[in-house]
């Protein structure tokens, strides 16, 4: 690890010299972006990886939008919006003066089209449950839309904010069938799709047209002529490029270099502090030894969650104290202190007391049975820190963690499976309920709901969660569920990520946002001086 930060920041301290002669030979107006992985393909609802997000947050538009506090909904294609008192009813007005990029007016007929091939199961999306449960979406006139539920839905206005529910022109998509989003795209965004070149580049062009751009920016026009969207999976690679004037901006940051990058005069570093990306562990609680409401217990207390986190993000990630950051909408305090706190004394006494006793190689035996469990992930830098180190604090206590991490070409597949005992994984949210109804609804079992957690207090009240009438019954309903969910140890909370931008000095009104773990939100009032 020494030897890698040296290398780093050799690159960096080398490349210093020729930034200023290799940044001039970059086009005047061009915003470059580094970024580690590509997507698979950039059509809305088909796609659920942050890197398509990046991109179709700038070829596309949302009904609505998210502030920087990441709890504020405001308009977007939609100026303004009513909601009935039953909760079943959203009506939303349009602007009048949005065109797509080849020119074509938006109306009332390319919202209904897109939210109902979001939703259609030919479109195969994985995230159709996110537009709501939809009764009909119509259009009154060419700038009205009625969105009518079958029963309320809360979270609604959170979910139109998200890139899957963009809004795409019917006629490119019919003409490019399963290749929109993949060799060509048709939306209203502040920029156009040039051109891209799969694990290489994404090229994109200003939107001429563009002026309705979210009113959270100052200036609702992109300031920049082109962004390319430029793949370097190498890390010391990408931050020689950014120093080299190769690039202008990247969110992924080794997270080692961090604090050194605070002392390099030619890149500005910001934090979006509102940023919702978790870190955690869950057990299959219907499987043999993480059944035992000791073993989760004491697991929570074994592992030294804040070393954990800072031996695998050297500071660039805060150690989980409950479930949820406490900054969403719809954190439960409570709940977040009832989860207990590093104490491998407490956990020894906790499986003393359930009659976990410690065999001949230290592994606790009970009724036979060893205190040893099977743990799947996906195989990252991070999480190979992570597992050996909560691995070793397990180890401290009595219990065995068995580790496989796999691929992620087939680790999606593997942990759709039911041959594990616990898993690791990360994920973005929005609020409290986005995220607990994704993972502890009894009806996403197996997946995502990989603990198989069956519970039918907790559908209830994730249920009144989604369709209270009232923002405070829904609030009761989402605090109790945590409440619930963390007196059973379900999880091992581990790490809140956070998101850093880092920008050339050339780089003027960026500013982290955060949505759906995207730190460039739209590319707006982003302006480059040379």
Known sequence: MRNWLTAGLLAWSVAAPVADALAQATPRNTLVVLREIDADNYDPPRSTARSAGEVVYMLSDTLVSLDWDQRTVRPGLAESWTVSEDGKLYTFRLRRDVTFCDG?????????????????????????????????????????????????????????????????????V????????????????????????????????????????PPIFQNPSPQVDRVVWRVIPEANTRLAAMQTGQGDVTQYIP????????????????????????????????????????????????????????ATFFGAADAMRGYLNPNVTGFDREAAESVPSFNPDEARRVLDEAGWRAGPDG?????????????????????????????????????????????????????????????????PYISATDGFALYFDSRNRPTPNRMNWSDAETDRLLNIAKTGLSAEERARAIGEAQRRIASQNVWLPIAHEQLWLASSQRVEGLRPHGIYGVGIYKGLDVRLTR
């Not at 009154?140 to 009625?146: A, I, L, M, Q, S």
């Not at 919702?276 to 609680?285: H, I």
């Not at 219990?399 to 991490?405: G, S, T, W």
């Open 174 to 213: 019919e003409r490019l069938g399963q290749n929109f989003g993949v060799q060509g795209f048709n939306g209203t965004g502040p920029f156009c799709w040039v051109s891209w070149t799969p694990r290489q580049e994404m090229v994109l062009q200003r939107h001429p047209n563009y002026r309705w751009g």
């Open 104 to 172: 074509k007016p938006f109306t009332a007929r390319d919202v209904v089209y897109s939210i109902n091939r979001w939703i259609n199961p030919e479109t195969r999306s994985p995230v159709r449950w996110r537009a709501g449960p939809v009764k009909e979406i119509r259009a009154v006139d060419d700038h009205t839309v009625e969105y009518e539920l079958t029963e309320p839905f809360g979270e609604l206005l959170y979910q139109l904010t998200l890139f899957f529910g963009s809004i795409v022109d019917q006629a490119t």
């Open 363 to 427: 592994i606790r035996v009970k009724d036979g049975q060893r205190a040893s469990f099977l743990l799947y992930g996906l195989q990252t830098n991070e999480w190979r820190r992570m597992s050996e180190a909560i691995q070793a604090d397990l180890r401290r206590v009595g219990i065995e963690m068995r580790v496989q991490l796999w691929d992620a070409t087939v680790g999606w597949g593997r942990l759709a499976t039911q041959e594990f005992d616990a898993f690791v994984m990360s994920y």
């Open 255 to 310: 997270y080692i270099a961090l604090n050194q990058l605070r002392n390099v005069p030619t890149v500005r570093l910001q934090r979006q502090e509102n940023y919702f990306w978790d870190y955690f562990l869950g057990f299959k609680v219907d499987k043999p030894v993480v059944s035992d409401p000791a073993i989760r217990r004491a697991v929570n207390l074994a592992v030294n969650r804040p070393a954990v986190v800072q």
